[in-house]
């Protein structure tokens, strides 16, 4: 069985993602969105980080808007042709929603906070560690993924530093999205599940998606080209992924 790879191993600044995504909106892509990443991140990392580390966090920048692969990129592209149009709220959803379609590893961490939140108001690393080791393996990479993964969400003002090292709490009330976001929130879930179809409430109802108030109905997934709803059993909505469906997934 060939192991899940994490992916998610550096600290990434919403400052850096804002940076990829006009890139991404622009066209650029190559050396030019590569160049242009590595000057603005020359300055927000210390002076003696290694080269290496600059290196991959670009690459973790390149596959959530600039480089994603063939199934990923309508998705991007459809993020891409939204997001003049939206605030600082919905920037931070798009950010997400990609994140979770290019690295399932965050949407497995993102899912275990937010099962835990529905819990108790605070959550600590140690707990986490623990719940993503069952899914994931006791890897000696882990540890320092599943932080890097929390102090990037510190960063983007989604959890808050509690007074107790290595607890953390939802610091911002659930946001509400334009339907259109919505739409591609449940098809970045489904891509990070890497199913071909779930149910209609364990994707618009995932803990991953816990700081945004999803309102979408299976109504707002019929017009979608990528996804098609049906009805199973008497009362269970059924989402799937068109088979070689890469168009733009909103009209």
Known sequence: M???IIGFDRDLDLEWLDAAAALAVSGASGDAARDSLAKLMSGKLSSGTPRGALQKTTTLLKRIWLEP??????????ASRVLA?????GRLAAHWC??????PFFCDVMSAIGRLLT?????????VTRRMIEGWGARTTLPRAVRRVIRSSVQWGVLEDCAE???????RPSTPLPIELEVLMVEAVLLASGQESS??????GHPALF?????ITPTDLRGATRLEVHRQGLDMDVVERRRGALSANMR
């Open 119 to 127: 819990l108790q108001d605070r959550v600590s690393l140690n707990l």
């Open 199 to 204: 149910s209609f409430d364990q994707l618009a």
């Open 211 to 215: 700081p945004f108030r999803m309102t």
């Open 85 to 89: 149009d939206l605030d600082a709220d």
């Open 165 to 171: 090292k290595g607890v953390y709490m939802f610091s």
């Open 69 to 78: 692969d063939d199934v990923r990129r309508p998705l991007r592209d459809d």
């Open 2 to 4: 060939t192991q899940k």
């Open 98 to 103: 990609l994140t979770i379609a290019a690295y």
